[in-house]
């Protein structure tokens, strides 16, 4: 995957990303976990990937601060039409190379994002680089299995769904290693076919 194949690749799933992604199981996913997370009062809350907006739906919008960035122009016009009435600030920008200063977020959220991006690194390098110290990082994503490699069916397919714009072979605890000493696990908990789906919080090292 490329930056020029995720502008092209996305364009084309905009108008139909809702009918699959935000409804039954990704809906009910995203609902649990969104409606279990702590927001406080003022925070400054970024949304690193924010696509059409379906996680916007469940947040607390109305006491919290919300930036949200999506590299796809046409993905962030749909959540600029569903959000015009709220207080929200979207920007379009690369995932990989974020134009915020250091330690600027209370919360960072990255749904679907780690899995679609060229370089899941540079992502996971950047969201920690600008939450505040001691504060949370929310990850909603598909990540290959902990502790065994991916099967053989999968390795197949793994090119051809490469080209639909994600990767079912990213692997968290490697991406995660490069940062593990700037924050800490909370939770990771499987919420989607059978641990494909993972909620994970990480916490800031610091205040």
């Known amino acids: 995957m490329n930056n020029k194949w995720n502008r092209i690749i996305y364009k084309c799933w905009a108008p139909f990303y809702d009918l699959f992604f935000n409804r039954g199981v990704f809906y009910s996913a995203r609902k649990q976990i969104f409606h279990e997370f702590p927001f406080g009062d003022g925070e400054n809350v970024l949304f690193v990937g924010v696509g059409t907006g379906a996680d916007l739906a469940f947040c607390p919008l109305e006491k919290i601060n919300v930036v949200a960035i999506d590299y796809s122009k046409e993905m962030l016009e749909k959540a600029k039409n569903k959000y015009q009435n709220e207080n929200i600030k979207f920007i379009q920008m690369d995932a990989q190379s974020l134009t915020f200063p250091n330690n600027s977020f209370d919360v960072v959220v990255a749904s679907l994002v780690i899995s679609v991006v060229p370089s899941p690194e540079k992502v996971m390098s950047e ?32 090119p051809i769904i490469k080209l639909l714009g994600t990767d079912i072979g990213i692997s968290f605890e490697k991406v ?14 499987d919420v989607m076919i059978k641990g494909m789906y993972r909620k994970i919080i990480l916490k800031k090292l610091g205040d």
């Open 176 to 189: 995660y290693k490069n940062v593990k000493h700037e924050c800490y696990l909370v939770e990771d908990k």
């Open 127 to 158: 969201i920690v680089r600008v939450t505040k110290k001691g504060g949370r990082i929310i990850i909603f994503d598909k990540f290959a299995p902990k502790h065994r490699e991916l099967s053989f069916g999968k390795k197949v397919i793994r």
